[in-house]
């Protein structure tokens, strides 16, 4: 497969409560899988995958919070030139979707101005068969597109059990992401970008696979 | 909060967090803790109101572009040798992924009221007016004899060997010059004072070479800086220890601490704090946390954090350099050193330079002591100024499981840091830091999907 422009890479961060389907949402994403009852995050924080939308390809490098967002521990570095990130809330939990308007508030201070953010009510597939009578979603779509509007952020209901819009989701912030902003994971310095010094670039080291980050 | 673990680490400085990161790559259950709300103790960087809160918090502070967080001064001033030991754990842990890294753009070394380039390679060094022409064949053997060096080939000693040879019958068997000596000594080798004359030359020919291959590395000097400032570091092995399951609790004061007592021996079993009870058979800390085991070193550092609008003078306008006074220059014991960062550092908003100067107190009136340093930077929109005492632990940590690291000393590179890293983990595991090649298969997906039409 060939792309007739380079890749621009846009760093991605992922925030929301503990337990609201996260790491499986990029797991999804990245691998097209899923794993029943996933463990807590470990040892898999940096995910990158290339997404193609027209004539533009965005290789997302994606941050999970490696767990630091429990006891409110997350580093400046994790919001540092962040350009796109996802809020993820479990529209089975309203506990979450009170905790999804304060990480949409933390970005407002926290990471760049010009971020693009998607609000993202996961869990979609414990309610697709429920009745009207009786249900488990406990967050209204109304309610979740109402803080998407009231903050700019664009809106989604997911589920990364099924896969029900999950795509959407990336190809929806790889949209609207200006594209001039996508130049590279730190447009804020873009007149800086030169002169940067690669650690590992020493031959002694090991070789850096082609298409391997260089950050 | 799970209640038990393999270790709790308290303070989120470089030493802490680099520890904890190894640690959790081996799999073990950490949980770290800081009573601040940032990451980085004593290392950390400060953004403008945690840097005036911090050291001047009552009086004005003058008036500054940028936001708040355009600003991250770093609390110890240290720079990373290109092919350093901290560079090196970089490597192999992966966490370069979080960090970008700059070079500084010289070294400067003050000789005879100016200062004056530290040549980086041949060129530089044969149009260097450090020395003159017959002084400079003099060190050019000089450093051929120290790159030649060969353990096992005895006709590249001359005669000498450096495990009972002093650096200063070496010096003389070249006939170097006091000032070529001092330049060697503290602008190469990096000794802030003149006490390895009389010592075995070993540590400081390894410290030649530590030199030298960094300056090679990338050129211009041997030295490399962290985008957004030295607390970047920290943050990254953080990230490192939780990314392997680590557990990360600031804004956490400790309530208690528990200990274990048989015999007669009280040894640590775990910490209270707001979040509960947790229990590890050891701890990690920095001094701070044990004031009772800790003792003074006698030496007590000040460091001068200066905001200029200007680069410094005489240094060619570059964005970044080191400075070193060797102590003979200025009559003192103990070198001064100044290191320069700027907006390409993204340290501080662009127009601002950031120098901090720092040495080791000799006199009463240690503000004085820096008057030579203050003279080479020319005008200041301010200067805040901090003594910091530093520390080392009392016992090995073995007998009581408590393990607490040295204070970050007045050193202008990260070596002695890495170094207690390396003697904690000794200690604490009872082997040598062996650092293996984090696996990246399993948490990267090269894959290309094509999503969304074409």
Known sequence: MSFPNPATSVKLVLLGEAAVGKSSLVLRFVSNDFQENKEPTIGAAFLTQKCTIGERTIKYEIWDTAGQERFASLAPMYYRNAQAAIVVYDITKPASFIKARHWVKELHEQASKDITIALVGNKYDLVEDDTEEESLRKVSVEEGKGLAEEEGLLFFETSAKTSYNVNDVFIGIGSKIPEAASAGPNQIHQTNNDGRIDLTSDPNNRPRAAGDCAC | ?454
């Open chain 2, 1 to 454: 909060m799970d209640e038990n673990y393999d270790v709790i680490v308290l303070g989120t400085g470089l030493t802490e967090c680099i520890l904890s990161g190894i640690l959790s790559v081996e799999g073990k259950k950490v949980l770290h803790i800081d009573r601040q709300d940032f990451y980085g103790g004593e290392s950390a960087s400060l953004n403008l109101s945690q840097l005036y809160t911090k050291f001047r918090p009552s009086a004005q502070r003058p008036e500054l572009k940028g936001r708040d967080r355009d600003w991250c001064v770093d609390l110890i001033p240290k720079f990373l040798m290109a092919n350093g030991e901290l560079t090196n754990i970089l490597v192999h842990t992966d966490v370069t992924r979080y960090i970008d890294f700059k070079q500084i753009a010289g070294s400067y070394v003050y000789r005879n009221g100016r200062i004056a380039k530290v040549p980086a390679n041949e060129v530089e060094a044969l149009r260097s007016n450090l020395m003159g022409l017959f002084e400079k064949r003099r060190m050019k053997r000089f450093l051929e004899f120290i790159q030649n060096y060969d353990e096992d080939t005895p006709s590249t000693h001359q005669g000498f060997n450096l495990d009972t040879n002093t650096m200063n019958e070496i010096y003389t068997h070249f006939g170097l010059e006091n000032g070529t000596k001092d330049f060697i000594g503290h602008a190469m080798a990096l000794w802030h004072t003149d006490d390895y004359l009389n010592d075995v030359a070993r540590p400081t020919y390894e410290r030649i070479i530590l030199y030298v291959q960094s300056v090679a590395k990338h050129g211009k000097s041997p030295y490399l800086y962290p985008l957004y400032g030295l607390g970047e570091l920290p943050q990254g092995f953080a990230r490192l220890s939780a990314i392997y399951g680590g557990t990360f609790m600031l804004d956490t004061p400790i309530d208690e601490v528990l200990y274990d007592e048989t015999d007669g021996v009280k040894k640590f079993a775990g910490v209270v704090t707001k979040e509960g009870t947790a229990k590890a058979p050891i701890v990690i800390a920095d001094p701070t946390y044990f004031p009772e085991k800790v003792k003074k070193t006698g030496a007590r550092v000040i460091r001068a954090m200066c905001i200029l609008e200007h680069p410094v003078p005489n240094t060619g306008d570059t964005d970044s350099v080191q400075i070193i006074i060797p102590q003979n220059q200025v009559g003192r014991k103990h070198d001064i050193y100044i290191a320069v960062v700027s907006d390409v550092h993204c340290v501080v908003p662009k127009g601002y330079y950031l120098a901090i100067v720092s040495t080791i107190i000799e006199t009463d009136a240690p503000h004085i002591e820096l008057e030579p340093a203050f003279k080479l930077l020319g005008p200041r929109i301010d200067t805040l100024m901090g003594i910091t005492e530093i520390y080392e632990p009392i016992n090995d940590g073995t007998a009581d499981g408590i393990y607490i690291s040295k204070s970050y000393d007045s050193s202008s590179h990260f070596e002695s840091t890495t170094d207690d890293v390396k003697d904690l983990y000794f200690r604490i595991t009872g082997k040598p830091l062996v650092l293996k090649k984090r696996s990246t298969t399993e948490e990267e997906s090269q894959d290309e999907a094509t999503i969304g039409g074409l």
